[in-house]
């Protein structure tokens, strides 16, 4: 609106100025006029006189048209008629209003017609007839019309033309605003209500000004721009959609792998039941067999099939692909977790695995499925570098001096820690370098797909965390997982 | 006390850490006639074996806590008295299987397997450690 009220302003200055000029102007012109008329008027009516004083002089004397100028005088109520001689050094009541100068013309037998201004400040019109009477002597009739009548009169004009221009101003600005509201405000309102709402990232409703000015054309531009707002916004969803799809298919297909890499020593923890409970039933089924027997046999193939249901379960919840859910969960449930899993394979290959567990109220708001997988990844990745078997560390604390990388800084967050350190072949600086790009590997073809390491990299900085590594070829490898600690929620 | 046992029937050392298939295998071979001995780890295993003179057979899983069936092997392969060994193995692969062979092994047979196959398994090796035994006196 304030656009409004500037150009009201504007073009009511404007109108003013035309109005005042105008109005002067006519005024002038008038006055001009109006003293032009009554300068016509008292010389006809001068001559008048003079044509009688001059008749009345030659016949009868100076005395006759004195007394006729006196009665002559009565009969004007707006004029007085005086006699006065051209003359210097004369009582004032013969004497002309104005100085002898200004009359030179009167020896020239013209009239002359002037403005002059009484001691009182009030204007008359003065016109002087040249009489040359008998005796040589220069005399003139001099009519003298107030001006007030005319002051008034202009006086009037002058208020009648502010009065017009003021109801101009008032009645332009009403209409101004009126129609500035309906034309102008009403749309612009409108357009900005949308442009904000489309700022705001909401771009569900559309505007649509009717009508073929300037804010219809621009609301048809906002409107086209909403358009393509929303299909990008579309295509960016898919994209997001399919690329999420794409990782969650490469984690769940890394998470098989895992589960490949588990799977040794999972079959010992089923074989070893199944040739429990295949042995029992045959020992059921032989002759000779005492009831006593037939139950204990079959009380242990129901514990034993209890087992294996326990280890498939185990197999399955890790195995199934998931939606994430991040929520709360302590720290040391999730080392724990990944036991029941690795346990075989740990004896398998000898390694002895010592937990060092964090310490409960420990609380991470993570996906535990996906933060168990980068456990298992680490921890699958220690126990090969230990081929010949050793000890390694899976450690859970909190860490408030860890330096975060650059784009994490953040001085208040407080950090938690799960640690993997083991004593196996290390790496070599070249290698470490490059552990976390993806189908890194320095495994034999068909022992690993690498993948494992980039996919926890990415799973730990989606939890807003990263990965450390400190690693000497010789001495063994320690790999730091470092997650924002969760304050002030329950823990699951 | 030994010096006077009559006992004929042949002794075998049975070692798996899992007690529900250990009981269940001595169950079975004290049924087909034979005297075992059990063991719930490797170290336990060569304990039995520096002490007790006639074992016709050892009955071993490969992975046990502590000492392994193949740990076992490997420091029993150089003692002078031998006695034929069956290597029980969940990790049924071809690397496993070499290894245990390597070693001295005289059969390794895969998790799960038959009783009947384990018991008919362990006669035979015992006929033919026998055999050898007879040839060599």
Known sequence: MRLTIKITLAVMFGIVLIFSVYSYQSIEREREQIKRNLSREARHIGESLRVIVVELWHQRGQEASMAFLDRANQGYSDTLVRWVWIEE???EAVQPRVPLSHLERLAQEETVTLMAASAEGQDYLLTYLPVFTPTGRIGAIELSESMEEMHDYVQESLRRSALVIGASVVSGLLMMAALGSIWVGRPMRQLRAQAERIGTGDFSAGVNLSGSDEFAELSGTIERMREQLVQAREAEQEATAAKIEALEKLRHSERLATLGQLSAGMAHELGTPLNVIAGRAKLMGREGISPADIA?????????????????????SFARRGEARKQPVEVHLIMRGVLPLLEPTLHKQQVQLRLEEAQEGLVVCADAAQLQQVLLNLLLNAIQAMPDGGSMTLAGYPAPRAKPPEDLADSDQRWVCLQVTDQGTGMAPEVLRHIFDPFFTTKDVG???GLGLSIAYGIVQEHGGWIDVESEPGKGSSFSVYLPLHVGGRQS | MEAFCLDLSPRVLLAEDDHELRELLALVLEGAGYQVVQCDNGLQLLGHLERTDDVAAVISDLRMPGLGGLEVLARHRHRSRQCP?????AFGDELTHNRARQLGAAEVINKPFDLDEMIALVERVCLRNQETSGVKQ
Do not use: D, K, V, Y
Request: hydrophobic share 40%; aromatic share 4%.
């Open chain 1, 89 to 91: 050094g004369l009582p």
């Open chain 1, 296 to 316: 204990r046999s079959a009380t242990i193939i129901h514990e034993q099939a209890e087992r294996m249901t326990g280890i498939m379960r185990q197999l399955l």
């Open chain 1, 447 to 449: 022992q690993g797909t």
């Open chain 2, 85 to 89: 060994f069956i290597c029980m193995t």
